[in-house]
């Protein structure tokens, strides 16, 4: 039962209660006014000398006592009914007592839910905020010297600072160690220098841009920039996109971008890093 169903019925328990113990102080005093009708019955009879009299006073004594008798069973009655509506009363009082406290409970657990909901908000803005602080430390402002401006690569290397520990680093020293020339923002970018025009030299001065594509990828406003520009020299007529699929399957790169999901890709899940690397310098430098 709901509390306001034990409510309304402890409020009709209520006045039935308050209807019988009405009832019975209505037969308490019809009781004591017969009592006393049938004491002054037995004291006319003491002092009838008349027998005809003294018999008919009898009679109006025992009709009073019959009386009596009926009133005090039907107050019986009613006592044994008021016990019962008082015993029911209890009972609902503690079905509301118990229905009270599984509400208490229930919205004490929506409150910690809803504390839960907003402290894994909070965390999520934090854990954001330290992405996009750990984003903005990895593309300060630069400024370019004459000799990083003329300087070339074999490979400019875009990515989302996400998959940065996991696969690019680990991935690019690979790609160092079989003599690829890398442009790569942890290598070539310098405190001071600035970004856009250091990206874009980058990008001009590589002969092919690996693109290492992931949903963090496809989710940053600066890896697109610098597809943008592959897919500008693209359009030119020079082929220079190489794609890596890193954790992401090519339905998911098709809803992304159609364009680069027709071109050829190594996916990462089926070669470890260093493989992924060499077949990446075998392109490069062949």
Known sequence: MSIQSITSSISSVDREISSIESQIQSIANNITRKEKEAHSYMEKIQREKDLKRMISYQKDLTRKNEEINKLQKDKSAKTKSLNDKQTKRLVLLQSLSKEEQRERDKVKKEQKEILSVQQDITREMERQKRLQIAELNDRLI??????????????????????????????????????????????????????????????????????????????????????????AREIEGEKVILPIWHNISKDKVRSYSPTISDILAINTASFTIEEVAEQMAKRILE
Not at 180 to 188: A, G, P, R, S
């Open 142 to 231: 630069f400024k370019h010297s004459p000799e990083i401006e003329n300087k070339t690569y074999d490979v400019f290397v875009s990515h989302a600072s996400e998959d940065k520990v996991e696969f690019v680093r680990p991935f690019v020293n690979f790609l160092n160690e079989k003599g690829v020339q890398v442009w790569y923002d942890e290598f070539e970018l310098k405190v001071g220098d600035r970004l856009r025009r250091s990206i874009d030299n980058g990008l001009k001065n590589s002969r092919f841009g690996i693109v290492v594509l992931s949903e963090s990828f496809f989710n940053k406003e600066w890896p697109q920039v610098e597809l943008d520009g592959l897919f």
